[in-house]
């Protein structure tokens, strides 16, 4: 079982920046990919980015690419999602997620934390 926690959201303008944080409660974090999703009113969730359970592949949203930096602290527990050059359409819930096995894109993952409101003003 692994609960999480996501922190860090926030009202940005932009071309701004901001941090996510992800706090992973459980044992076998680090066995798990871990991804951030998001889901802008009237959209269907996205993928944004994920990382593998040793953090060294991460993959990327077009969308994001060049923007956004996910990183992984085995130790601490924890999952981040560095957002540089926010723009309005970035505006959504930022959800963390964990899985075992399967597509790092697909939404079928194990777990979800409860999601944290970004917004990016013009």
């Known amino acids: 079982q692994v609960q999480l926690v996501e922190s860090g959201g926030g009202l940005v303008q932009a071309g701004g920046s901001l941090r996510l944080s992800c706090a992973a409660s459980g044992r076998t974090f680090s066995s798990y990919a871990m991804g951030w999703f998001r889901q802008a009113p009237g959209k269907d969730r996205e993928f944004v980015t994920a990382?593998?359970?040793?953090?060294?592949?991460?993959f990327y949203a077009d969308s994001v690419k060049g923007r956004f930096t996910i990183s992984r602290d085995n130790v601490k527990n924890m999952v981040y999602l560095q957002m540089n050059s926010l723009k309005p359409e970035d505006t959504a819930v930022y959800y963390c997620a964990a899985k075992l096995l399967g597509s790092y894109y697909s939404p079928q993952y194990d777990y979800w934390g409860q999601g944290t409101q970004v917004t990016v003003s013009s």
């Open positions: 990382i593998s359970w040793s953090g060294g592949s991460t």
